[in-house]
């Protein structure tokens, strides 16, 4: 009898995590969190050390016929910070290992690394250590950040409750909708080499997808307001699908409303060029960056005025009903369709 065979596929990433998760248990007091979290959580004198990893592939996250190599360094290095600051911390340390092949030259490798020391700056981030190998083919890029919170001060995925505000940073959709614009202009360049790309009406959707922001700015300011979140998550997988991490982790039920969704006019505008729901992009895309977190009604009074903090729904006690409230005040079930690392 043939051994049986499971595709990876069937499971699905966040199938495939749970699966590690649930062989594996924390053996040393010390290990607060583990797998499951933005970050794990470390035991560590006055605070907690938080540990990330992020892994980029060629071909897989990232095409360089379109992503210039120093915003590649500089984007692996955001989607660190950023889930240091989904965990309400400040990053201090990464190391980098870097795999390539023998087309790339020592010039490529440098601007790399250019793109790396770009953020460490920004980010007030020290890059520490690390590794290189050749690859068979292709670039790889794997960045672990270190960070620090203060005890009492950690965000959770799992600490969510009942009739907490739901909010979310920035705007969602535009990161997505630059890879459509990207990857359309790319179609046009090979069927005729002649053309040049026209990207400057599409220049924040493209900055977007190619150069993101972690929003530190938005942790530096909470603590500012003392207001520490109930529950957080950065948003790299789709709006659609943190927000049913929170509800799986938390217990808890989500509801939020489609006309509080923030989409740039330009995003929206955009989705229609391209056929494709404004609100759907800005639930499914990913790579956006943004903070999605939940607060107490008592800290309302706080936010209430920040500009770049918009509240879209709130948290019931229902883990089964995770649903959006539409323009048209119809009830839709929420749904991950998000980036899938396996599909």
């Not at 705007?171 to 005729?192: H, I, M, P, S, W």
């Not at 927000?243 to 330009?266: M, N, Q, R, W």
Request: charged share 25%; aromatic share 6%; hydrophobic share 40%.
């Amino acid at each position: 009898m043939a051994e049986k065979r499971t595709e990876i596929t069937d499971l699905g990433e966040f199938g495939l995590i749970e699966r590690v998760k649930s062989s594996f248990s924390l053996q040393n007091s010390t290990s607060l969190v583990g797998i499951g979290d933005d970050a794990a959580l470390i035991a560590c004198g006055e605070e907690y050390l938080l540990v990330t990893t992020d892994m980029l592939l060629e071909s897989v996250h990232f095409d360089l016929s379109y992503m210039p190599l120093q915003h590649l360094g500089y984007k692996a290095v955001v989607a660190n910070v950023s889930d240091i600051a989904a965990m309400n911390g400040k990053p201090g340390q990464i190391t980098v290992a870097l795999a390539f092949s023998n087309r790339f030259s020592l010039e490529a490798i440098d601007s790399v690394y250019d793109g790396i020391r770009s953020a460490c700056e920004n980010y007030k981030v020290d890059l520490v250590g690390g590794d290189t190998s050749a690859s068979a083919s292709g670039l790889v890029i794997s960045i672990t950040a270190l960070g620090r919170v203060s005890k009492g001060k950690e965000t959770l995925r799992s600490t969510a409750k009942m009739n907490d505000i739901i909010c979310v940073t920035g705007d969602l959709g535009a990161a997505y909708l630059g890879l459509q614009v990207l990857e359309r202009e790319k179609q046009v360049f090979l069927t005729n080499p002649e053309m040049q790309p026209d990207l400057e009406k599409y220049e924040y959707l493209v900055g977007r997808q190619l150069r993101p922001e972690a929003r530190m700015d938005i942790v530096h300011e909470l603590a500012d307001k003392e207001v520490v979140p109930t529950a957080m998550i950065d948003i790299s997988d789709g709006l659609a699908s943190e927000l049913l991490h929170l509800s799986k982790s938390s217990g808890v039920g989500i509801k939020i409303f489609e006309d509080k969704v923030p989409i740039d006019a330009g995003a929206f505008e955009t989705a229609i060029e391209f056929k494709i729901d404004p609100i759907t992009c800005a639930l499914n895309g990913g790579e956006d960056y943004e903070l999605l977190f939940t607060i107490a009604p008592s800290d309302y009074e706080k936010l209430k005025n920040h500009p770049d903090i918009h509240f879209i729904g709130h948290v019931h006690n229902n883990p089964q009903q995770n649903v959006m409230l539409t323009k048209q005040e119809t009830i839709v079930p929420l749904k991950a369709q998000g980036w899938n690392h396996f599909s």
